[in-house]
């Protein structure tokens, strides 16, 4: 089955440790996107990726860094200069951009907790 | 900017009754695209119906469908017929036309389907 995927699913780290979070997808996408979720509110972006070894920052980059060596795979890296880190991070795909009736397709998800 | 705006933080329907989730949005831009998704409490964001600016007709997905009224930037999701499994957190979200690549996310609406 195509899809993407994301883990772990719950994630806890001390504070100033970085952590990365896994993003693969199997649906052959050429765009891969990473978001924050917090209690109550909508999702905002991190980063996005349009191509291979290419990146660009959303609205809320600081404190997060993105790599795109592979077309499968987006993964984010939490480092100990983001503020707030404990939130809840979704990972989303989609074909040729540019086009606005493409839809985005998301992952299941990872819950990080920062203490 | 874009802004999507959500008005309703929770709504509860009976089963098998239509409900309609309210969204308006502002931007300046001529072309855009407008988005639907469903959030169990699982995690996962699901795609429900998409509707482009330029679209002369509401679309429409199965027990969904989207009441577009463009001039007063109104982009309502229409549920028929609810069923319990409705129950859960519906974003929507503009994408603007011209090759951005950024969703705008409302704050979302908590539906809850009562048997």
């Known amino acids: 089955d195509g899809g993407i995927t994301q883990s772990p699913k719950y994630l806890f780290r001390k504070e100033g440790q970085n952590v990365t979070l896994s993003c693969e997808q199997n649906l052959n996408h050429d765009a891969m996107y990473w978001y924050r979720q917090d209690p109550g509110q909508g999702l905002r972006l991190i980063y996005y990726s349009q191509i291979v070894n290419d990146f660009q920052k959303g609205d809320i980059a600081e404190g997060y860094s993105v790599s795109r060596e592979k077309k499968e795979s987006f993964p984010l890296t939490v480092t100990s200069a983001q503020k707030n880190p404990t939130a809840f991070y979704l990972c989303?795909?989609?074909?040729?951009?540019?086009?606005?009736?493409?839809?985005?397709?998301f992952g299941p998800g990872t819950r990080l907790t920062v203490t | 900017a874009q802004k999507i705006t959500q008005t309703q933080p929770g709504m509860f329907v009976q089963e098998k009754e239509a409900v309609t989730l309210d969204c308006t949005y502002d931007?300046?831009?001529?072309?855009?695209?407008l988005f639907w998704y469903k959030q169990p409490s699982s995690g996962e964001m699901i795609f429900l119906i998409y509707?482009?600016?330029?679209?002369?007709q509401n679309a429409t997905e199965g027990r969904y469908s989207l009441n577009f009224q463009k001039a007063r930037k109104s982009a309502n999701l229409v549920i028929s017929a609810s069923q319990l499994g409705d129950s859960a957190m519906y974003f929507c979200?503009?994408?603007?036309?011209?090759?951005?690549?950024?969703?705008?996310f409302g704050k979302g609406t908590k539906l809850t389907v009562n048997p």
């Open positions: 509707q482009g600016s330029y679209d002369e």
């Open positions: 931007t300046s831009d001529q072309s855009y695209g």
């Open positions: 989303a795909s989609s074909t040729i951009p540019g086009t606005e009736a493409y839809e985005q397709y």
């Open positions: 979200a503009m994408r603007a036309g011209g090759g951005s690549e950024k969703l705008v």
